[in-house]
């Protein structure tokens, strides 16, 4: 199973970036997807995640900025990450998870600048 991000980089503060994460090894329209992020010095956390059927759930941190989806087709999964805030600066991975099996991507840095 390889889960691999893309789209990390640098970007001021109000701007906006997509991640990515292509999946292989899954049936992937059967996994719930998710995007999760750690800060220097802090948890895990969840931002966003999408179910097999397309129901979304958005941090309350990142609610009206980033938005989550799915391509089954493409076995890949999106984050639209819109108003950077410097808050945001993390390692963003990806996740596939279904039932007892739980699947991580190797992370992508989203640096934030002031």
């Known amino acids: 199973v390889q889960l691999v991000e893309s789209g990390g980089g640098l970007v001021q503060a109000g701007g906006s970036r997509r991640l990515s994460c292509e999946a292989s090894?899954?049936?992937?329209?059967?996994?719930?997807m998710g995007w999760y992020r750690q800060a220097p010095g802090k948890q895990r956390e969840l931002v966003a995640l999408i179910t097999s059927g397309g129901i979304t759930n958005h941090a309350d941190s990142v609610k009206g900025r980033f938005t989550v989806t799915r391509d089954n087709a493409k076995n890949t999964v999106h984050l639209q990450m819109n108003s950077l805030k410097p808050e945001d600066t993390a390692v963003y991975y990806c996740?596939?998870?279904?039932?007892?099996?739980?699947?991580w991507g190797q992370g992508t840095q989203v640096t934030v600048s002031d």
């Open positions: 090894g899954i049936i992937f329209r059967f996994y719930v």
């Open positions: 996740n596939a998870a279904r039932g007892g099996q739980m699947y």
